[in-house]
């Protein structure tokens, strides 16, 4: 299984950043902690979120939500806790 479907599914198809369904076309990969505030390139870093949310997200440092979401993440795949 892909790292994008295994999250998808863990995330029950919800978006990270708005909470809201997604569908299967507008959704991508997001760097929960951006690679522009030297968050990690690793599947313990990242969420599935709206192809829109993602993009107003942008380089933004994460919410305590989206956070929340990481963790919840994390655990359900059985990640050691990310270094952030
Ligand atoms: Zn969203």
Not at 46 to 70: F, S
Request: net charge positive.
């Amino acid at each position: 299984m892909s790292v994008r479907r295994a999250l998808f599914r863990e995330q029950e198809g919800l978006c990270a950043i708005c909470g809201k369904p997604m569908d299967e076309a507008r959704r991508t990969v997001d760097h929960v902690v951006p690679k522009a505030m030297n968050g990690r390139d690793c599947v313990g870093n990242l969420v599935i979120a709206h192809y829109d949310c993602n993009i107003e997200k942008a380089d933004r440092a994460p919410t305590g939500c989206e956070l929340i979401w990481l963790l919840a993440v994390n655990n359900r795949l059985n990640l050691e806790p990310s270094r952030w």
